[in-house]
């Protein structure tokens, strides 16, 4: 437990995970309101998406990493 690079990688996937899917939320959401002409509207629905697709992928990772099997 105390290896410096396991640290580093659940950090850097924690990290991954969260700005990664707020990212695709981003884009997503620009795509449909540009398609659609409706501008703030998907381009919120997708950060919100995106957000709680990050933390929800976050919390799967968490649990495996700390070897919790309690869901």
């Known amino acids: 437990m105390n290896n ?3 640290g ?3 950090t850097s996937a924690i990290l991954s995970h969260l700005s990664g899917a707020v990212i695709v939320g981003i884009f997503a959401g ?3 309101d540009g398609y659609f002409q409706t501008s703030p509207l998907f381009l919120l629905i997708g950060i919100f998406l ?3 697709a990050g933390v929800y992928g976050t919390t799967v990772l968490v649990k495996k990493f700390l070897g ?3 869901s």
């Open 8 to 10: 580093m990688a659940i």
């Open 50 to 52: 995106g957000l709680a």
């Open 68 to 70: 919790d099997d309690a």
């Open 30 to 32: 620009r795509w449909i």
């Open 4 to 6: 410096p690079l396991r």
